[in-house]
């Protein structure tokens, strides 16, 4: 049938019209408020880490600071970044990259070689069978988060994840119109949910998990055969399983497993930045269920078009033997710093109640010095010239008395630390 058009009306100039004047010079004028924000902002608590930094750098900018004058110079141990950059590879990559003018958007899945390459490493390093078309590269590990949250999570749906555990986690699915259920997960538990609290909390708003492994902030994982276990209540519910395994490549104690070996119908999150040292470059990916790949697809064209095109052919020579060498030789390096400053921390009165077996993190308790860890942290950083991150971050099961040190700093800045703690302290 044919289509019919609306009318168009020409009206004449308004100074030949006697008609009232037109609906928008009627209208009230606009709201009062016009930076209004919507709900779910208020939801969403500033992420006090870089609030901490700020206050640092302030500090370090002062005459306490300053060699010159005779001060000690700020030690960051507040950051969740290596002190490694890119290997010399990824970087020359991108030159190359840069210089053959390769750079007009990719897939919004991500470049074809990439993801074959990441299918490959999960194959060799994981034993892992994960075809490269469930694979969906993304603009670092939090646009993961924000495609998979958008896609799964509906207005009022629970995700239920640790406490502590890292913020932004649950301020993607606050910021999706979920709810973000914490579940108190101690040291008994290493800080990580196990199967039983998980069927304990499950309700029909629930509408699945979401776990890091390992954690930011405790630096534990949850062992292989209790991450079965969960997948299997959350698989009988009909939930969906996310684990962020970021900092599964910097595992240190037994043989790590990633999570992609439990099924297809587990989500897994991961990311260039920590292993491979790309933090800025902002490049991750996710492995998803197959039916999960055309919805993500479609956010991903519409938020984000595809991830940085020069981080994606960079990122191929993450794989290359020289360069997975060196990220072990790196893997080294920080089981051997936190070899040191575990036992350094405990000799201070500062309990590590588990031993972090993975990422760069020590969660420990601060009750033997301060009242509490932002008091701790304050403290430390005006009187030792110390960063650290109080643990008001990551949750309210007893994170008020614990706060995180990153160890992705060097061994002489960790010494440093030690010193002036131990000045500090009296200890």
């Avoid at 009230?28 to 750098?57: N, Y």
């Avoid at 370090?60 to 600071?65: L, M």
């Avoid at 960051?76 to 970044?81: A, D, H, P, T, V």
């Amino acid at each position: 049938r044919p289509q019919r058009t609306a009318p168009v009306l020409i009206l004449p100039p308004a100074a030949c019209r006697r008609d009232p004047p037109p609906l928008m010079d009627r209208l009230p004028s606009a709201s009062p408020d016009p930076f209004r924000l919507a709900p779910r902002v208020a939801g969403i608590e500033p992420f006090w880490v870089m609030e901490c930094t700020k206050a640092a750098d302030t500090i370090a900018r002062s005459p306490a600071c300053d060699p010159a004058q005779g001060g000690e110079p700020m030690i960051y141990l507040n950051i969740g970044e290596p002190d490694f950059t890119a290997p010399p590879a990824v970087a020359e990559a991108a030159q190359r990259c840069i210089d053959a003018g390769r750079t007009p958007y990719t897939p919004a899945t991500g470049l074809p070689a990439l993801r074959e390459a990441i299918s490959r490493w999960y194959a060799e390093r994981w034993q892992a069978d994960v075809p490269a078309r469930r694979i969906v590269v993304t603009a670092g590990a939090s646009a993961a988060l924000q495609l998979l949250t958008t896609a799964v999570v509906g207005a009022g749906d629970e995700i239920l994840m640790p406490d502590p555990s890292y913020p932004c986690n649950r301020h993607f699915v606050t910021a999706a119109g979920g709810i973000a259920r914490l579940l108190p997960a101690g040291a008994a538990q290493r800080f990580q949910l196990d199967a039983a609290s998980v069927e304990a909390a499950w309700s029909e708003a629930t509408r699945g998990v979401m776990l890091a492994s390992p954690s930011n902030p405790t630096g534990t994982s949850i062992a292989p055969d209790e991450l079965a276990r969960i997948a299997a209540v959350v698989r009988e519910r009909g939930g969906l399983t996310l684990v962020d395994e970021i900092y599964l490549g910097l595992s240190y104690d037994g043989q790590a497993r990633s999570a992609v070996t439990l099924g297809d119908d587990v989500v897994v999150i991961n990311s260039f930045s920590k292993y491979f040292g790309m933090t800025g470059w902002r490049l991750g990916w996710m492995v998803l269920p197959e039916a999960l790949v055309p919805a993500v697809e479609k956010l991903a064209q519409n938020l984000y078009i595809c991830a940085s095109t020069v981080a994606q052919h960079a990122a191929l020579a993450c794989f290359e033997p020289d360069t997975l060498a060196l990220c072990e030789q790196r893997r080294r390096t920080m089981q051997a710093r936190r070899d040191f400053i575990v036992p350094a921390l405990e000799s201070l009165g500062l309990t590590v109640p588990v031993r972090p077996d993975g990422a760069f993190y020590v969660w420990f308790d601060t009750r033997a010095h301060a009242p509490d860890s932002w008091t701790f942290c304050m403290e430390m950083m005006q009187r030792a010239h110390i960063a650290l991150t109080p643990g008001r971050d990551f949750g309210h099961a007893q994170t008020a008395h614990h706060a995180r040190l990153s160890f992705a700093s060097s061994m002489d800045d960790l010494h440093e630390a030690v010193r002036r703690l131990r000045r500090v302290l009296g200890r």
